[in-house]
């Protein structure tokens, strides 16, 4: 293929129990990512005990937990899907907003910020998690000189 694709990620999907997201624990969820990242419930396709879809700035990326008793999703703890921010200052404010929310709740999950340095490529990163089975990495490439997202290593 020589021409740029147009593939992108545009959503996460998981399950839980129906318990976990009836309409008390749904509002919590969406409290929580919507203080945090600013996402806001689909119009018309939540169902307590059977779906809660947050939308993350678009009607074209979003968050699907589905209720599921049978077989829901069971990630580990370090089992997530990446965010990625424009700038360190976006991926530092996200940041704050979460620990915020730790601290006056212990159903917050943080792997605390760093940022590991490639050279080319510094990589700001932190985990946070809430009452889902998957975390979000959010990160932030900050890239090099005239290195950037499409450039191949020699």
């Given at each position: ?138 990160q932030c490439y900050e890239w090099a000189?005239?290195?950037?997202p499409s450039s191949l290593p020699d």
């Open positions: 293929m020589t021409e740029a694709s147009t593939q992108r990620f545009n959503h996460v999907a998981m399950s839980v129990p129906r318990a976990e997201i009836d309409e008390a624990r749904s509002k919590e969820i969406f409290d929580f990512y919507r203080e945090v990242f600013g996402w806001s419930e689909m119009p018309g396709l939540s169902k307590p005990g059977e779906l809660l879809v947050m939308r993350a700035h678009s009607n074209e990326q979003f968050v699907f937990v589905a209720g599921d008793d049978e077989t829901p999703t069971r990630g580990a703890e370090m089992d997530h899907f990446g965010l990625s921010v424009a700038t360190p200052e976006e991926l530092d404010a996200i940041y704050a907003r979460a620990r915020a929310r730790a601290e006056g709740d212990p159903r917050v999950r943080i792997v605390e910020h760093k940022t590991d340095d490639f050279n080319v490529l510094k990589l700001h990163s932190f985990y946070v998690g809430f009452q889902l089975p998957l975390m979000v990495e959010v000189e005239g290195v950037g």
